[in-house]
Antibody
Framework: QVHLVQSGAEVKKPGASVKVSCKISGYTLVELSIHWVRQAPEKGLEWIGGFDPEHGETIYAQKFQGRVTMPEDTSTDTAYMELSSLRSEDTAVYFC??????????????WGLGTLVTVSS | QSVLTQPPSVSAAPGQKVTISCSGSSSNIGNNYVSWYQQLPGTAPKLLIYDNNKRPSGIPDRFSGSKSGTSATLGITGLLTGDEADYYCGTWDKSLSAYVFGSGTKVTVL
């Protein structure tokens, strides 16, 4: 059974960066494909990016390219999502989630509980 | 705007049935598997249906999924007050090279 534990809430100023962590247990990180999804207040779900095991690379939604990275630390089975040049529109709950480790994402299960990132001056 | 269109809300009395539609195109639903998620207030999304019509372990058979052409449908029978939540469809979009979610549907049990 995979279990995901995310880091705590963050408050950042516009222009700053944030790094959210997602600690995996029950499996090792190399066995999984981790993705990140965000949800702005009272809005829907938005995919940010994640690992594509078919091509062995991390893929990002075009909207976030150049501003997001998703490093992984296999020694601690921890995945990260770092978003830079933050603006108020980035205020959201950020979720990590597991996708089947065989190809492009078709579904996500399980999900972390989410990390609230607030961008405010 | 989402590339997958869902009705903003649906409602029915306890014990009744609701269906939620998810309309897309050939670049997404038409050529990829669809999944459905339930998001109870203040919680993380939970996978309800994957690969168009499969239920993960622990999901009751009151929840069902289907796909036809460029549209998918989630059905919920025997509505319970605990089913009040937001429901999202999702799939890969080849043109956008991105995973896309529907706009979300709020289910209200009257």
């Amino acid at each position: 059974q995979v279990h995901l534990v995310q880091s705590g809430a963050e408050v950042k100023k516009p222009g700053a960066s944030v790094k959210v962590s997602c600690k995996i247990s029950g499996y090792t990180l190399v066995e999984l494909s981790i993705h990140w999804v965000r949800q702005a207040p009272e809005k829907g779900l938005e995919w940010i990016g994640g690992f594509d095991p078919e091509h062995g690379e991390t893929i990002y939604a075009q909207k976030f390219q150049g501003r997001v990275t998703m490093p992984e630390d296999t020694s601690t089975d921890t995945a990260y999502m770092e978003l830079s040049s933050l603006r108020s529109e980035d205020t959201a709950v950020y979720f990590c989630a597991v996708s089947p480790p065989i190809n492009l994402p078709t579904w996500f299960d399980p999900w972390g509980l989410g990390t609230l990132v607030t961008v405010s001056s | 705007q989402s590339v997958l269109t869902q009705p903003p809300s649906v409602s029915a009395a306890p014990g009744q049935k609701v269906t939620i539609s998810c309309s897309g195109s050939s670049s997404n639903i038409g050529n990829n598997y669809v999944s459905w998620y339930q998001q109870l207030p203040g919680t993380a999304p939970k996978l309800l249906i994957y690969d168009n019509n499969k239920r993960p372990s622990g999901i009751p058979d009151r929840f069902s999924g289907s796909k036809s052409g460029t549209s998918a449908t989630l059905g919920i029978t025997g509505l319970l007050t605990g089913d009040e939540a937001d429901y999202y469809c999702g799939t890969w979009d080849k043109s956008l090279s991105a995973y896309v979610f529907g706009s979300g549907t709020k289910v209200t049990v009257l």
